[in-house]
């Protein structure tokens, strides 16, 4: 009762201000208002990319002509040039081989598609990571000098690991190799390298903080790493352990209870370091109100001083699957987020829908 009578005088006393005194009022915010939401999906439109039979590719390593996305389409990146969005995307052939394509879009929600990969294992140094599975899942952002620098995964069809890329057009690439290429990390589990990046007009660009430049990754917990140069990176070790210090973990009764793993870059804001993760709903102490193994989409904050310390979290997530592309394919129940635009003065949300097309949300 004590305790009742309190909330009871906080509520009269929060009545009273709003009457008596709109500047008190005014400085009780809502918690959530650093985060980016109300994201309406194009419904009349999506999914905005779909698996073609058309698209031909002659690999360099099987030395065969491929369909190179004939099996699905998913996990996209998303840059603006030249005014226009560049959609860059995992795409798929029937053996599960992933190479990543682009389309290219003058409004933003319709695309062509170019016939090509512009990146795919090749016989290169990067071939022992990379084939036969492929590589996944870009993250691309821009240099300070212009440049664009992508995170992506290799597969070897065993492990996983985080690699880095960089380019002056989009089209023609230089591999930079194993992120965590330490000996000690080389055959370690990683991927999903997001940087902390802040918006310059319609440019995203990466951003020092404390003179570094800082990156989000994994794929159960969430680690963090710096950068000098964006192209060598430093993971943050514990002193005591020696292990990879987390900074985002999986939380059991909510939509993340199985894993946490970024979303697109992460953006530097007023209010601190925003970062869209995907969350994957656990078997067993999970989300009631999805189903099992869901994967949706989540926001995080972290001080924009210390990039490795969370100082909000929201408690559900912003997009789910609701669509039946998005309930039924490769994999069920799938919205993956990972391409993020501001563009003719919209954010644009560009994901994997059940690990098989592509579909968009715009935020007005």
């Not at 309190?6 to 009545?15: G, R, Y």
């Not at 990319?49 to 004939?70: D, G, H, M, R």
């Not at 620098?149 to 591999?175: E, P, Q, V």
């Not at 292990?243 to 939509?255: C, E, N, T």
Request: proline share 5%; charged share 25%.
């Amino acid at each position: 009762m004590k305790h009742t009578m309190s909330v009871l005088v906080l509520l009269l006393f929060l009545v009273s201000c709003k009457k008596n005194n709109s500047e008190v009022v005014t400085v009780i915010k809502n918690s959530n208002d650093w985060a980016l939401l109300n994201f309406v999906k194009a419904d009349s439109i999506n999914p905005i990319l779909a698996p073609e039979t058309n698209q031909i590719f002659s690999c360099p390593v099987s030395k065969k002509v491929v369909n190179w996305e004939e099996r699905n389409v998913l996990n996209p990146s998303a840059v603006i040039k030249d005014g226009k969005v560049y959609l860059i995307y995992r795409a798929q052939d029937k053996d599960m081989t992933s190479r990543l394509g682009l389309a290219i879009s003058e409004d933003g929600l319709h695309f062509k598609k170019q016939p090509t990969p512009i990146f795919y294992p090749d016989n290169d140094t990067m071939k022992p990571y990379e084939w036969k599975g492929g590589v996944e899942d870009p993250r691309i952002i821009q240099s300070p000098d212009g440049n664009y620098i992508m995170t992506y995964t290799s597969y070897d069809g065993t492990i996983a690991r985080l690699c880095l890329a960089s380019s002056k057009d989009l089209k023609t690439w230089t591999k930079h190799g194993l992120v965590l290429s330490e000996e000690k990390y080389k055959n370690l589990w990683s991927k999903s390298g997001a940087i902390v990046c802040k918006l310059e007009g319609d440019k995203i660009v990466a951003t020092k903080i404390k003179g570094k430049y800082w990156m989000y990754f994994g794929d159960t917990d969430l680690y963090i790493a710096t950068s000098d140069d964006l192209i060598h990176w430093t993971v943050a070790i514990s002193d005591e352990s020696k292990k990879m210090i987390a900074v985002l973990h999986p939380r059991m009764g909510y939509f993340d209870s199985r894993l946490v793993e970024p979303g697109p870059y992460a953006l530097l804001q007023e209010d601190g370091i925003l970062l869209i993760y995907n969350g994957s709903n656990a078997l067993n102490y999970n989300d009631s109100n999805l189903p099992k193994l869901t994967y949706s989409a989540g926001q995080a904050l972290f001080d924009k001083e210390n990039p490795y310390k969370m100082i909000d979290r929201l408690d559900t997530n912003f997009i789910h699957p609701d669509k039946p592309y998005e309930k039924t394919g490769e994999v069920n129940e799938v919205c993956f987020v990972e391409g993020l635009v501001f563009f003719k003065n919209q954010w644009f949300l560009y994901y994997g829908t059940a690990d098989s097309k592509i579909a968009v949300a715009v935020r007005k």
